[in-house]
């Protein structure tokens, strides 16, 4: 079992900047790949990145390639995702997510309770 907490959400104009943070329980941390998801009110939920169970290898969706960076700290059982250059429709509820590394959520077996995170125009 994980258990995922994310932070670090809140509101933010358009260009600025956001650094949310995903903490893991338990000691297998290091075992799953990390994934982030969101979800936009009335649109489903939609992948945005994802990293390998090291932190060698990273994967990100189109509207986040270049302006999003995913990192983590298997010392700290911490998986973060760094927003840059921030736009109106990013605008959504923020999730980190453990399991097997890849774009698709039934990939990952559990799931935190997510961040708001909103962008003013």
């Known amino acids: 079992q994980v258990q995922l907490v994310e932070s670090g959400g809140g509101l933010v104009q358009a260009g600025g900047s956001l650094r949310l943070s995903c903490a893991a329980s338990?000691?297998?941390?290091?075992?799953?790949?990390m994934g982030w998801f969101r979800q936009a009110p009335g649109k489903e939920r939609e992948f945005v990145a994802a990293?390998?169970?090291?932190?060698?290898?990273?994967y990100y969706s189109d509207s986040a390639k270049g302006r999003f960076t995913v990192s983590r700290d298997n010392a700290k059982n911490t998986v973060y995702l760094q927003m840059n250059s921030l736009k109106h429709e990013d605008t959504a509820v923020y999730y980190c997510?453990?399991?097997?590394?890849?774009?698709?959520?039934?990939?990952?077996?559990?799931w935190g309770q997510g961040t708001q995170a909103t962008v003013s125009s």
């Open positions: 997510a453990a399991g097997r590394y890849g774009s698709s959520a039934n990939r990952y077996d559990y």
């Open positions: 338990g000691r297998t941390f290091s075992s799953y790949s």
């Open positions: 990293i390998s169970r090291s932190g060698g290898t990273t």
